[in-house]
Each structure stands twice: as structure tokens, then as C-alpha cells.
């Protein structure tokens, strides 16, 4: 035993040194650009609101998420342009039919308490993620992996230990799959997917992801933690790549006001804030280095209640269509919202992986001619002067929607003579009545959670859960099963898109960009990542 | 005067049960679910977690055992949005912070508040007067939310002598902002109750016998005047001082300072119920026991006062 801890003490020191020794150098030059790097490499950055938790297993926001990505590491990592690079596995080997993936796992890869992170940590954490005990805000995303068993498991009829993965050794990995999906590989990177430690979990209970409790796998480690306040990881010396990590510290900073965050940037106290809304525009001509716009895989739409019990005109396609081509998408993006957002006449983001955008006519037209369709279709319905039709847009609480209800209705009554009311409800009650049904129109906006067609198109098919407008289409549904399995995925959700353009169950508006402003010592951001997955350890401050 | 605080404090008791309970009623009334969000969990997730906060039980009972704890415990509860958190700990983390900004907030106040009032008053209708009663009314009517970007702006952002924000333990520079911010409106609040009632008791009739003697005019204003001209700001200070250091919502919001305020506010919009309950009856039970406090005082300046 006193062997043992002295043999860990010296191996603890020698690690010291030799990442005293690299961060040293690191602090010179940058080992790849050669650029002169600050001596300080602290990284601050805002987050608008706290994390409900940074258990990877029980995350649910994007910027809990982050944070899970820098105290923690998958199998898989991505790159700054989203592709996959090893993380934990060093490499991975799929079956012939596509079902059973292995994954190879590095021999270096050590938790902060410098015990080895094993195949069996994945197994444990993927298995708690998906035991309905758990309770995980998060267990939908196992569904969407089609790792086997998890349905059973989630619904309570089988054993946690079903699920089809198992830790053949240590450094192995193998997960069975129900059905071949193109999509798999991506979701390793996931928060959901990352390793957690079963000691700690089970020593300290949901109080695990404290300071003086947590345990990680990442390139950094929590030192501080003030809800609402502050957090504050520095670097781990036993991560695996640890000599190339170059920030020391990163500080995230819970700041609630927009316009307050941006002040304390320009004031020099943080590198990485949002941009107050509205203000892209003049922000950046001030800023023209700093202020960045970068596509976002996320779509901003307006349901349509297709629903049964719905108002009679929600069930005329000609209606829909109508309202859908009947406002001006350039008004929003360029008039309202002037942070380089796109215009959308689809669902899923250009920007997806390997999906080709199908050629709908709405998107090939002028306004002018969007606008004579929008006429001649609401008459063709039976709609005009003498008869207007009046509908109701529900949106939740936020200025922001606000205006685009506003110009949207301003522009149906100008351009097709609708009468729009809007209504807005604060957040909760908002998700309880959009979700429920009880609406005609509704706001909507969703984000991929992996970078494919089909993490948009599944809210197409009559099963999902967030399928808001209640659109039933067995050829939708079917072609989505197909695509499961399909090489020929990424047609058949060209054509999935093309029947919803023509079907019209929701109505896009635009693309989401993710806007921010930056320091111009702060490189390394992964603009071209759509996904907006960032590493700290990724990044870095040059001299100024 | 025993009998009487005996008495206040056994009212205080079904006082604060009410509350909860109609706390308790206006949480069920209002739609949503502290566990739903754009996406919803799965059914079997969302019966798990309802079982594991006890909202799968009738509402009678829901109520019953939050009580128990409360009362017979002092626990508060798990939060239902932060995973590690129990609102024992967010008070805890929360409610220092705020209790210290709120309380030299209070200092900064009276002391400002009342010295103002005293010399407007005394120097009735000459520049002093105007110019303090100017004062008042301008530092009332520029709300903290304005006043706080202001601040920072000029602070921070021009001069750049204080942080924008952050709490980091509550070091004074990250203490001056946020008290100036919160101390402004009830500064002159105060500045202009001491005023009108300083000049009241300055013009009543024990003052002019007192005058009458000859007595030296500081002897009159400290000796006579100022102990019966406070007691209108005194009725005041108790809720201003509860006020003050149960946060400010604005302040919290401005100065990222990790007050009980945001968690207050935030606790709403997230349906985090215990949270909610719990900062109720924190903030309940303190302006329960400063008014009290505001009551036993009184009658300890005011003899005409006698419970």
C-alpha cells in the first residue's frame, strides 16, 4: 500500500513537470501557427443563463453541454469543421451489416483521480442515461442513437443491462445497433454519450457534479462553482493530450443581461459574449473583426395545428400554402433580426451534412410572385374581401418574437387581407398549451441534436413527439423508415422535404446564425462548425 | 409590551402558514411543469421524476409533508431545476450575498436619507432645501434598471475603476455598484419622509417653547425634534429594509452577483416549485419579524405609544 501511494506521488510529480514543462513552451509560440501566444491564457466567456446540471448524463441546454465538452470526453470528438476525430477511441471498426460498431479505446485516456478510463465507464454511463430511474431530461437521445434495447429499458420492461452495448476489455467497445444508421458514429459526440465516473455517482448521489466531488475525463477540471455567478475549470494534468492544451483557465461568467455582458466585453472582461439583439448591424461596423455571424444548425418556423378538433381552414392545404408564401422572409431576416440569417422556405438547414436542399418552387419565386399565388389560392379556399379569414398566432413571451408575429400579421393583411391576432404566453404555459394542441398557429424552433437530415425530418413522421402541427403522411413515415437504413438516405430525404414543402404542416422562416463578439487575441473558434461545438482546449490567446 | 410581542408572534405563526398554502394553491393554478421543456421526456421519465418529487401524491398530502419539513426540519426540499442543488443550498449560497449588498444598501440609505432630510428641513426654503429636494426626486426617478447600466458604463466601461459585475466573494469593489444602484430610490424616499415630518415637529408647539428658553438650536433639532420626526421613516425602513436584503431581482440581473433575487425571479418561469416556496418563506418570515421589529421600536421612542 505505501509502495503503491509513493510510486503514484512520483508519477503524479513527473506529470507535473512534464506539463509544467510543455505549457511552458506553449506559452512562446503556437506549436502549429507559430503565433506569439499571451502569457495569460485565461478564456472568459458569458453565458446568458445556469445550467440546470453538467452531468453529461442529465444535461439538457447547449451551454451545459459546453461545459460537459470541456470537463468531460466521448469517444469521438469533432474538429473545428464538424468531422470526427478520436476522443477517447482512438479509431472504430463497423460490421459488414452495418450493426455492431467497435470502438478501440486509447490506453492513456485517465480520469482526474488518475484512475484509467475504461470501455466499462461508457457502458455504465449509457446504461444510467437510459434507466428511466435516472430520470434523465435527456433519455430520448439513446432512442435516437437505435442502440438495441433501449426501448424496452425506457419504458420500463427490461433491465438496464440489456442495453446493446458491453466492454469485451478494457479498452473495447462494442455496440449493437437494432438497424443500421447512417448517423451513428455522430452521436458519440453528444454530451449524452460521454463517460462518467460510477464511484463518484454513487459516493455523493446528484451532488456528484460539485467541486470538491466531480470527477471527469476531459482537459479540464471544475475548481469553482457559484450558481448564477461563476464557474471555473483549469486544466487537467492527467488528460491524455494535456501538452497540447494551451488556455490554463476558463472562466464562464452567468451574466442575464445582454446589453450588460457586451459593456463588460468592451470594458476588456471577457473574450466571448453574445450580441445584444437587433444590434448585429451597427455592432459590427464598430466591431468588423471581433462581431462574428456563423450558420447555426437550427430552423425558426410557425406550426400549423393540423389537428382533428382544429378550425376547418387548417385542414386546406391551399390555405396553408397561402399563408406561408404570403410575407416576406427578407423582411424578418434583414428588416427585424440583421444578424445574417437566412431566409428559409424548408425545414432542414443547407448547412447539413451531406442533405441537398430540394428545389421548391416558393424559393425560386419573387416576392411579387409569391404574393399573386398567396392571393389566388386564399380565394381559390374561399377567402377574400368578403369573407377574411382570421387566425391567431401563439408565440412565447420575448421581444423578439414579438416584432416577427407582428410584421408577419402587418403582412398578411397587407398582402392577402388576414386578419391576424397575436397572443404570447410566458414560457411554461406556452410548452404546456403548443403541446396540447390548443392553438392555430404556433412559434416553433428547433435545433439538430447530430449533424444529419433526419434529426430535422423525424419531427415529419406522425410518431414524434415534437411533431407540433399533428401532420400524418404514410408516405412521409415511410420514406423515413426507409432512410433508416437506405445508403440512399440523403435522396430520400430530399424527396421527405419536397412532399412537406408541397403538404405544408409548418411554415419555415429562416436559418438561425449563432452571432457573437469576440476579442481579436481569442483563435481557434470552430466558425465552420454548425453544430457549435467548441473545445477550450481547442482554443487560444495570442499577444496583443 | 411582553404580552404584546408574545401575542404578534402567535399571529405570525398562521401568517406564514396562509401564505404557504396560497403559495401552494397559485403553483398548482399556474400551467407547465418544472420538467417540461421544448423537448419533453418520455412518459416513463416524466412518472419517475414526478415520484421522486413526491408531485404523483394528492395535493393535500404534497402540502402536508413540505410542511412537516419545513416546520419540523427546516428543510426546504431538492430544486427541481438545478440537479445538484437543494434549496437549502441555494439559500444559502444566495441569500449572504444578498443580505450583504442589501444591508449597507440600508446604511448607505439612512444615513444619506435621513443627513439630507435634516439639513432640507432645517434649511427650509433656501438653496439647500432646493437643491436636496431636487436631488431626491432626481435619484427617485431614475429607476435601478436604468441607474445600473449607467453605472457600469461610466465605471467600467469610461473610467474603468470597478468591475462590471461578479460577486467573487464580496470583495468592495464589487460591492460599491450594486449598493449605489439599490440605495438610490430609498434614499430619497427616506430624504423626503425625514423632511416633511422634521419640518412637522419643527413647527409644533414643543419646539417653540423649547426655542422659547433660549435652548442652543442643535440641542433643539438632536435633543427634540429628530426623535419624534423619525418615527414616519421608521415605519418605512422595515419594509425597505426587507426589501433590501431579500435582493433585488434587477440588481442580481445587472451585477451577475448570485443573489437570491434571480433565483426568486427565475424560480417562476422555470415552475422550480421549492425554490419558489422556499424564498417565499424567507422572504415572508423576514418582513414578518421586521415589522414587528419596526412595532416594538416605535413604542420604545414614541411614549405616547403603549401596547
Same mark, same amino acid.
Given at each position: 500500500m505505501k509502495l503503491k501511494s509513493t510510486l503514484l506521488a512520483t508519477s503524479a510529480a513527473l506529470l507535473v513537470v512534464t506539463g509544467g514543462m510543455a505549457y511552458a513552451d506553449a /506559452?512562446? &509560440?503556437?506549436?502549429?501557427?507559430?503565433e506569439a501566444l499571451a502569457s495569460d491564457q485565461t478564456f472568459t466567456y458569458q453565458d446568458i443563463d445556469e445550467s440546470p446540471s453538467i452531468d453529461p448524463g442529465m444535461v439538457e441546454d447547449v451551454s451545459g453541454s459546453a461545459v460537459a465538452r470541456n470537463l468531460f470526453e466521448g469517444l469521438m470528438n469533432q474538429d473545428a469543421d464538424g468531422n470526427l476525430i478520436p476522443g477517447v477511441a482512438t479509431d472504430f471498426e463497423v460490421s459488414e451489416d452495418k450493426l455492431t460498431y467497435t470502438f478501440h479505446l486509447r490506453d492513456n485516456a485517465k480520469w482526474s483521480n488518475g484512475e484509467p478510463v475504461t470501455a466499462g465507464d461508457f457502458v455504465y454511463a449509457w446504461r444510467r442515461v437510459t @434507466?428511466?430511474?435516472?430520470?434523465?431530461?435527456?433519455?430520448?437521445f439513446m432512442e435516437i442513437?437505435?442502440?438495441?434495447?433501449v426501448g424496452p429499458i425506457m419504458a420500463g420492461? $427490461?433491465?438496464?443491462? &440489456?442495453?446493446g452495448v458491453e466492454a469485451p476489455d478494457d479498452l473495447t467497445l462494442v455496440v449493437h445497433l437494432d438497424q443500421p444508421l447512417p448517423y451513428f458514429a455522430q452521436t458519440?459526440? /453528444?454530451?449524452?454519450?460521454f463517460p462518467v465516473p460510477q464511484a463518484a455517482i454513487e459516493a /455523493?448521489?446528484? +451532488?456528484?457534479?460539485?467541486p470538491e466531488n466531480i470527477i471527469g475525463n476531459g482537459a479540464y477540471v471544475l475548481t469553482e462553482h457559484v450558481p448564477q455567478e461563476r464557474m471555473v475549470m483549469v486544466r487537467s494534468e492527467?488528460?491524455?493530450?494535456? $501538452?497540447?492544451?494551451?488556455?490554463d483557465t476558463v472562466e464562464r461568467l452567468i451574466i442575464n443581461d445582454e446589453t450588460q455582458a457586451f459593456t463588460r466585453w468592451q470594458a476588456g472582461e471577457l473574450d466571448l459574449v453574445g450580441v445584444p439583439t437587433g444590434q448585429y448591424l451597427s455592432l459590427k461596423e464598430q466591431y468588423p473583426d471581433e462581431i462574428y455571424s456563423n450558420p447555426r444548425l437550427c430552423t425558426y418556423y410557425y406550426a400549423f395545428n393540423? =389537428? +382533428? @378538433?382544429?378550425?376547418?381552414?387548417?385542414?386546406?392545404v391551399r390555405v396553408r400554402q397561402a399563408l406561408s408564401l404570403g410575407f416576406d422572409r427578407n423582411v424578418i431576416t +434583414?428588416?427585424?433580426?440583421?444578424?445574417g440569417q437566412i431566409p428559409a422556405y424548408?425545414?432542414?438547414?443547407?448547412? &447539413? $451534412?451531406g442533405f441537398t436542399v430540394p428545389e421548391v418552387e416558393a424559393a425560386a419565386m419573387t416576392q411579387e410572385e409569391r404574393v399573386a399565388k398567396a392571393q389566388a389560392l386564399l380565394a381559390e379556399a374561399g377567402?377574400?374581401?368578403?369573407n377574411p379569414l382570421t387566425v391567431d398566432i401563439l408565440y412565447n413571451t420575448s421581444e423578439g418574437h414579438k416584432s416577427i408575429a407582428i410584421a408577419i400579421s402587418q403582412m398578411w393583411k397587407e398582402n392577402l387581407g388576414v386578419e391576424a391576432t397575436i397572443e404570447n404566453m410566458e414560457w411554461g404555459t406556452f410548452l404546456e398549451t403548443r403541446g396540447s394542441g390548443q392553438f392555430e398557429i404556433a412559434r416553433a424552433g428547433w435545433c439538430g441534436?447530430?449533424?444529419?437530415a433526419s434529426t430535422f425530418l @423525424?419531427?415529419? *413522421?406522425?410518431? *414524434?413527439?415534437?411533431?407540433d402541427s399533428g401532420y400524418v403522411n404514410a408516405e412521409v413515415d415511410a420514406l423515413l423508415a426507409e432512410a433508416k437504413?437506405?445508403?440512399?438516405a440523403q435522396a430520400l430525404y430530399t424527396q421527405v422535404e419536397t412532399i412537406a414543402a408541397a403538404d405544408a404542416p409548418i411554415m419555415p422562416i429562416y436559418f438561425y446564425t449563432s452571432v457573437g463578439a469576440r476579442t481579436a487575441?481569442?483563435?481557434?473558434?470552430?466558425?465552420?462548425n454548425v453544430e457549435n461545438?467548441?473545445?477550450? =482546449?481547442?482554443l487560444y490567446l495570442v499577444a496583443e | 409590551m411582553f404580552s404584546y410581542i408574545v401575542r404578534r408572534l402567535t399571529v405570525a405563526v398562521p401568517t406564514i402558514l396562509i401564505l404557504i398554502a396560497i403559495s401552494f394553491v397559485l403553483m398548482w393554478s399556474a #400551467?407547465?411543469? #418544472? %420538467?417540461?421543456?421544448e423537448k419533453a421526456p418520455p412518459p416513463e421519465v416524466l412518472a419517475n421524476l414526478e415520484a421522486k418529487y413526491g408531485l404523483d401524491q394528492p395535493y393535500w398530502k404534497q402540502m402536508l409533508d413540505y410542511m412537516t419539513n419545513v416546520v419540523f426540519h427546516f428543510d426546504f426540499g431538492p430544486s427541481f431545476k438545478y440537479k445538484d442543488r437543494t434549496v437549502n443550498d441555494i439559500i444559502a449560497q444566495g441569500f449572504p450575498v444578498t443580505l450583504t449588498y442589501g444591508f449597507w444598501s440600508f446604511v448607505v440609505a439612512v444615513v444619506f436619507g435621513i443627513g439630507l432630510g435634516i439639513i432640507a428641513a432645517i434649511r427650509h426654503n433656501t438653496w439647500l432645501d432646493y437643491l436636496a429636494v431636487g436631488f431626491a426626486i432626481g435619484s427617485q426617478s431614475i429607476p435601478n434598471y436604468v441607474m445600473a447600466p449607467i453605472l457600469v458604463l461610466i465605471?467600467? !466601461?469610461? !473610467?474603468?475603476? !470597478? #468591475?462590471?459585475g461578479g460577486w467573487e466573494g464580496g470583495t468592495w469593489d464589487h460591492l460599491i455598484m450594486p449598493v449605489i444602484a439599490l440605495s438610490t430610490s430609498y434614499f430619497a424616499s427616506i430624504a423626503r419622509i425625514t423632511r416633511s415630518s422634521m419640518l412637522e415637529v419643527l413647527n409644533s408647539g414643543f419646539i417653540r417653547t423649547a426655542r422659547a428658553k433660549g435652548l442652543p438650536s442643535g440641542r433643539v433639532i %438632536?435633543?427634540?425634534?429628530l426623535k419624534p420626526a423619525l418615527l414616519p421613516v421608521l415605519s418605512y425602513l422595515g419594509p425597505a429594509f426587507v426589501g433590501m436584503i431579500t435582493g433585488s431581482v434587477i440588481i442580481d440581473q445587472y451585477f451577475?452577483?448570485?443573489?437570491i433575487g434571480q433565483f426568486f425571479v427565475n424560480s417562476a418561469f422555470n415552475r422550480d416549485y421549492s425554490v419558489m416556496m422556499g424564498i417565499t418563506i424567507l422572504v415572508g418570515s423576514l418582513t414578518i419579524i421586521f415589522n414587528l421589529l419596526v412595532d416594538i421600536l416605535y413604542a420604545w421612542i414614541d411614549p405616547k405609544i403603549r401596547y
Open positions: /506559452h512562446a &509560440t503556437h506549436p502549429v501557427t507559430g @434507466d428511466p430511474v435516472t430520470a434523465s431530461p435527456y433519455a430520448w442513437t437505435g442502440i438495441s434495447g420492461e $427490461a433491465a438496464p443491462d &440489456t442495453l458519440v459526440t /453528444h454530451a449524452t454519450m /455523493h448521489g446528484a +451532488e456528484w457534479t460539485r492527467t488528460y491524455w493530450n494535456n $501538452a497540447a492544451t494551451i488556455i393540423m =389537428r +382533428e @378538433d382544429a378550425p376547418e381552414w387548417l385542414q386546406d +434583414e428588416g427585424i433580426l440583421q444578424a424548408t425545414f432542414t438547414p443547407p448547412t &447539413t $451534412a377567402y377574400g374581401a368578403d441534436d447530430y449533424n444529419e @423525424d419531427l415529419y *413522421s406522425s410518431g *414524434s413527439g415534437y411533431n437504413t437506405s445508403p440512399e487575441a481569442l483563435k481557434g473558434w470552430p466558425d465552420n461545438n467548441w473545445y477550450a =482546449r481547442d | #400551467p407547465g411543469n #418544472p %420538467f417540461m421543456g465605471f467600467t !466601461l469610461w !473610467l474603468g475603476w !470597478l #468591475p462590471g %438632536f435633543g427634540h425634534a451577475s452577483t448570485g443573489g
